[in-house]
């Protein structure tokens, strides 16, 4: 260390300048104050010398004598601070004077605070007898004595306070330099990259300053920076292993394009040890397996970018490729710029996302396009256009396949629908969408079909019949030969005219109208069909609202013995009071027996049959075996919780089953034979009894009715209403009484109107028999007072 920057000599200096100055001041201050005293002193005995001489030199004057004069010349000249004395007469002629050898002394010093001379003229005698004695003082000789003085002392002074400096210096050197030194030597001998506790011992001699405050400072601050590397050295352990455990790729570039950090992940990647990576270039690792992320990386160094992310395929030592997800980003350090690079593998979330989108999009059985896909290309090709262009929409719904699933089973129906869609695919596929909406629904689209509509309805006519006609050739499964058929709702839409939903309706809606024509057919939609749509949309609603305000009610229609003609049980026929109008049932059953809503309707009028049986029971109005038949739909029996809404509307109404029977059609009971001879055997424990309605009207009636376990079989009213007159129609009424007879079945004829339908059933035999011959359908109240009066006959007829 240089002597110059040494604290003592820094000290020593400041301080021998401050005692100096100081010591000058002092001087300065005691020479002026002198000064002005000596000067003081000095002009008071010039005064009195003067004026002592005065009347002598008057006196001179006046006599014109030299020699008095000379005497008082010599007498002043006595005091060295005169250097000119002269004594002029009257006339101007110099009687006598005296000039000093020493006339030119000057000092430089006191001729900063003083005039080197004073002249002055004292007039003496009075009158024509007076003259002038002229003086000069020499100031510096005057205060020579002062500035002696002053020097003596400011030199006494400079070496006093050159002394004390001296002495301050080793003072300061041995009291706080060295200490100092001391304690900066063992704070050298800290070793700085141990991350274990140090401490350095106190001074000796110096255990009580300020010293030993500055060793406990320092004892404390080593204490805590031992603690924060153990701390530091802890966590960067844990972030390395985490780092190292992460399957992200992370690793660190510099401006050189040299690998400064990398994890396990990275290294493992590009085939190399942590060890290995680290000094080698992007070139040499990356640039050899993935030079497209090399020539990224480095666009990414040269550009004024900060962060970037994409996503890139990426390739590792072994040339195999997956999606990632990479962020980089730059940052500065103390020798320039670096990158940090993150990198992560989405491989399986892509796969992943791609799989959610085929089963959101595609349908998982065929591959073909579901619901969600039509929506999408029917939204994008429904947006409004410039010039008039029509496409095609075409659904095919495949008729009674679910006799198919329920029969052969459900794997079959499988097959069926593959190999169908594998014809559709390969014969339409070219020309357009084909799609799978349901579980027996495809839809056929097609774009840019023709700007005029009528060769655009040609067209669809032409590929709805080539679809129908592919739908129909027999499918090969193993040995067996299966033949389904279609019906087929075709759409020819201007593009930008109406939307998806809309479009897929009035296929839909054209779809059920070739199920009517008998299927196995092709319906052009038409604007009167979207009409009829819109009121099955309102009828639909105005059912909800009746269910709401309990607008719904029923009707009895009595069943009576053909022999004793009493009354043995009655119907129970759902009516509509809408807003104190009567519907007719047939405006809204057939619609309310395809709707969800039957359900809640059925559980309904059910529950207002058995409180009705109730109140009959509590006025002991019927015996034990009087029943009223409920109509059962198809979905009201198919529900799986039917049978516990059935138990508990019987116990809330403290009803027997044996008041109630179930009227289920051929087609209900044919669904899933097996599932519902289960039901009905079920219910039959409760004493529900069971028939089948409108016999005859349905299919493979004959093969199913030994199995299953109905008590009644009820012969349409079409079979009676020609009874009379048309021999086969008697043929077939005869047939059936016969079978049901060798089954052991009750016959209830329904529609009987006249006299002679009447008396061509009674001489069958034993049956019941219900119609307007007996009595229309009437309400509750009108039907107690009619037959359960104590004025009523029992005889109906």
Not at 26 to 48: A, C, G, P, W
Not at 547 to 566: A, C, N, R, T
Request: aromatic content about 10%; proline content about 2%; some cysteine.
């Amino acid at each position: 260390m240089k002597l110059t920057n040494k604290i003592s000599f820094v000290l020593g200096f400041r301080t021998f300048l401050l005692v100096l100055l100081l010591g000058f001041v002092m001087s300065f201050l005691q020479t002026y104050f002198d000064f002005k005293n000596r000067y003081t002193e000095v002009s008071r005995s010039i005064e009195s010398t003067v004026e002592s001489s005065r009347a002598s030199a008057a006196r001179a004057v006046y006599l014109v004598d030299p020699n008095l004069a000379e005497q008082i010349i010599k007498g002043l000249t006595h005091f060295d601070y005169f250097s000119y004395v002269a004594i002029i007469d009257e006339r101007g002629k110099t009687m006598a004077e005296s000039i000093r050898d020493d006339v030119d002394y000057v000092n430089p010093v006191l001729s900063i605070v003083a005039p080197n001379y004073a002249d002055s003229e004292v007039v003496v005698g009075q009158g024509n007898f007076s003259g002038k004695m002229i003086l000069r003082v020499n100031n510096h000789v005057a205060l020579i004595g002062v500035y002696d003085r002053a020097t003596r002392t400011f030199i006494i002074s400079l070496l006093g306070y050159m002394t004390l400096s001296l002495a301050l210096v080793l003072l300061y050197h041995n009291s706080l330099a060295v200490p100092l030194m001391r304690l900066a030597k063992r704070l050298q001998r800290v070793n700085t990259t141990s991350i274990t506790e140090q401490s350095i011992g106190h001074l000796r001699g110096h255990e009580e300053n300020e010293f030993s405050l500055i060793v406990d400072s320092a004892n404390d601050l080593l204490s805590r920076i031992a603690t924060g590397q153990l701390l530091l050295t802890q966590r960067s352990q844990r972030f390395r292993l985490i780092l190292d455990t992460a399957p992200l790729l992370i690793y660190s570039i510099d401006s050189e394009g040299k690998f400064v950090f990398a994890n396990k992940s990275t290294a493992s990647f590009y085939g190399y040890s942590i060890f290995d990576l680290k000094g080698k270039t992007a070139e040499e690792v990356i640039g050899e397996v993935d030079p497209k992320l090399l020539a990224l990386i480095k666009d990414f160094m040269h550009n004024d970018s900060r962060q970037y992310k994409t996503t890139l395929e990426m390739f590792n030592y072994e040339s195999q490729s997956s999606v990632n997800e990479l962020s980089l980003v730059k940052f500065h350090t103390f020798d320039g710029q670096s990158l940090l690079i993150v990198s992560n593998d989405i491989t399986k979330r892509v796969e992943a996302e791609e799989k959610i989108e085929n089963l959101a999009y595609y349908d998982p059985l065929t591959t073909l396009p579901n619901r969600n896909k039509v929506y999408e290309v029917l939204n994008r090709v429904t947006k409004a256009r410039s010039v008039s262009i029509y496409d095609v929409a075409i659904l095919a719904d495949l008729d009674q396949f679910k006799r198919i699933n329920d029969t052969l089973s459900h794997s079959v129906g499988d097959q069926l629908i593959v190999e169908l869609t594998k014809r559709l695919k390969n014969d339409f596929a070219k020309t357009g969408l084909i799609a799978r909406l349901g579980a027996d629904e495809f839809l056929y689209h097609r774009e840019n079909v023709s700007s005029e509509y009528e060769i655009a309805k040609v067209i669809a006519l032409e590929l709805a019949e080539q679809i129908r006609m592919c739908i129909n050739q027999e499918i090969e499964l193993g040995i067996h030969r299966y033949s389904l058929s279609g019906s087929l709702g075709v759409v020819i839409y201007e593009q930008g005219k109406d939307t998806a939903d809309q479009i897929l309706q009035y296929a839909d809606t054209a779809m059920y109208e070739s199920k009517k024509l008998g299927r196995n057919c092709v319906t052009l939609f038409k604007s009167e069909m979207a009409m009829h749509a819109a009121q099955m949309l309102q009828l639909e609603r105005d059912i909800a609202v009746a269910m709401l305000e309990d607008q719904f009610y029923f009707v009895l229609q009595p069943i009576v013995h053909s022999i004793s003609g009493k009354l043995v049980s009655a119907e129970a026929l759902i009516r509509w009071n809408k807003n104190e109008q009567i519907i007719p049932p047939d405006e809204f059953i057939p619609f309310l027996e395809e709707s969800a809503l039957i359900v809640e309707v059925g559980d309904t009028m059910l529950n207002k049959v058995c409180e009705y049986i109730a109140g009959l029971k509590a006025e002991n109005k019927i015996e034990d075996d009087f029943k009223i038949a409920v109509n059962i739909s198809g979905k009201q029996f198919s529900d799986s919780k039917f049978i516990q809404r059935i138990i508990f509307i019987l116990r809330k109404h403290q009803v027997s089953g044996q008041h109630l029977e179930f009227e289920i059609t051929e087609s209900v009971a044919l669904v899933n034979l097996k599932e519902t001879i289960e039901k009905i055997n079920e219910l039959k424990k409760m004493g529900i009894s069971f028939s089948l309605d409108d016999f005859g009207t349905g299919y493979s009636s004959l093969s199913h009715l030994k199995d299953l376990p109905v008590d009644k079989l009820k012969i349409d009213r079409s079979f009676i209403n020609d009874i009379s007159v048309d021999k086969q129609d008697e043929n077939l009424v005869l047939s059936i009484i016969q079978l049901s007879k060798n089954l052991g079945l009750t016959i209830v004829a329904e529609g009987v109107e006249t006299q002679q339908q009447l008396d061509w059933l009674t001489a069958t035999g034993e049956l019941l028999l219900q119609g307007y011959y007996f009595s229309r359908p009437i309400v509750p109240p009108d039907f107690n007072e009619k037959y359960f009066s104590q004025n009523t006959d029992p005889q109906i007829r």
